[in-house]
């Protein structure tokens, strides 16, 4: 049995995501990140979510040129940064990242946070980019479910994705409910909760049973739980393991077990403070 996770996610209007792909933040220094990336990319990986405010979208760009992958493969991501929101400043952010990227569309772009007063007009924007098939999908990130209904109101197209952060500390049950029944799939960023997690005993037990990291315990548990998971490293040996959890499954008990490790913590910023 391949170890390597290739599942996808199919999205409201029928597109399919990779359900597993490598994020990007804090990948600063250049040759290391189009290195980590090349190697993902090598390695199996078939999504990769950056964000304008990350600068290192043309490092991106180079790694999927170079990985002799061919586009029509790859799932890439970005996101409008916050002092880019409203309607024409969106548009004008889009136009930026994509040619830092060097690519003619995005397979996904996201507003990165909700900013009051301008999210829905930036939502807009990226419904136009939609209609003009810039993009393939349409989703934001860091939303709760009052911003979701706010855009619902002005929206024609509902976004297809809400990136919010989510770990075994932090579940978002409420948020992935709504967020369910309104059609959206739910990525978890900061899904390892940045290392946090790994001494937890509950999940050093269930991975001595499978022969797994904890890390690896971690992605299995997003995926069973129909999340879509980025998680980021750019370490190769680090990259190749958070792909092997293909090869286990978690059973009902352990999944419940991990999931009573919420403490509704956050590791990031609350959105409310935009
Ligand atoms: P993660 O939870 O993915 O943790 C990343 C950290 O864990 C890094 O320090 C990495 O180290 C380490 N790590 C990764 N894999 C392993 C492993 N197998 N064993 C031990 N350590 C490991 O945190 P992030 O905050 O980076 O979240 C992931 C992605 O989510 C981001 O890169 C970004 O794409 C997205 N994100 C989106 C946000 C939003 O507002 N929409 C906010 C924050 C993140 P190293 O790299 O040194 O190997």
Not at 68 to 91: C, H, M, P
Not at 130 to 140: F, H
Not at 195 to 204: H, I
Not at 229 to 247: L, Q
Request: aromatic share 10%; with cysteine; hydrophobic share 35%.
């Amino acid at each position: 049995m391949s170890k390597l996770f290739k599942g996808t996610i199919e999205l409201a209007n029928g597109v399919k995501m990779p359900q597993l792909g490598l994020g990007v933040y804090k990948m600063i220094d250049p040759e290391q990140t189009v290195e980590a990336i090349t190697y993902a990319i090598e390695t199996g990986y078939r999504a990769i979510d950056t964000a304008a405010i990350y600068e290192n979208e043309s490092e991106t760009g180079e790694a999927v040129r170079h990985s002799g992958v061919s586009r029509e493969e790859l799932f890439i991501t970005s996101k409008v940064w916050n002092t880019d929101q409203g309607y024409d400043a969106t548009l004008r952010a889009f136009e930026n990242s994509l040619e830092k990227l060097g690519l003619d569309y995005l397979d996904l772009y996201l507003t990165h946070w909700p900013v009051s007063d301008k999210y829905v007009d930036t939502y807009k924007a990226i419904e136009r980019l939609y209609d003009e098939k810039l993009i393939r999908t349409i989703g934001v990130s860091n939303h709760h479910a009052y911003h979701l209904e706010k855009i619902f109101v002005k929206a024609n197209v509902a976004p297809m994705v809400n990136q919010i952060e989510l770990h075994p500390y932090l579940t978002q049950e409420p948020l992935r409910a709504f967020c369910k029944e309104n059609g959206i799939a739910v990525t978890s960023w900061s899904p390892l909760a940045r290392g946090k997690l790994f001494a937890e005993r509950t999940l050093l037990q269930i991975g001595e049973r499978y022969g797994k990291t904890p890390a690896q315990v971690i992605i299995r548990w997003h995926l069973q739980n129909n999340l879509i998971v980025i998680p980021k490293s750019v370490t190769p040996e680090r990259i190749r393991e958070n792909s092997e959890v293909a090869d286990f499954e978690l059973l009902s008990e352990e999944m419940n077990l991990i999931n009573s490790l919420n403490r509704d913590e956050r590791t990031g910023t609350n959105p409310d403070m935009y």
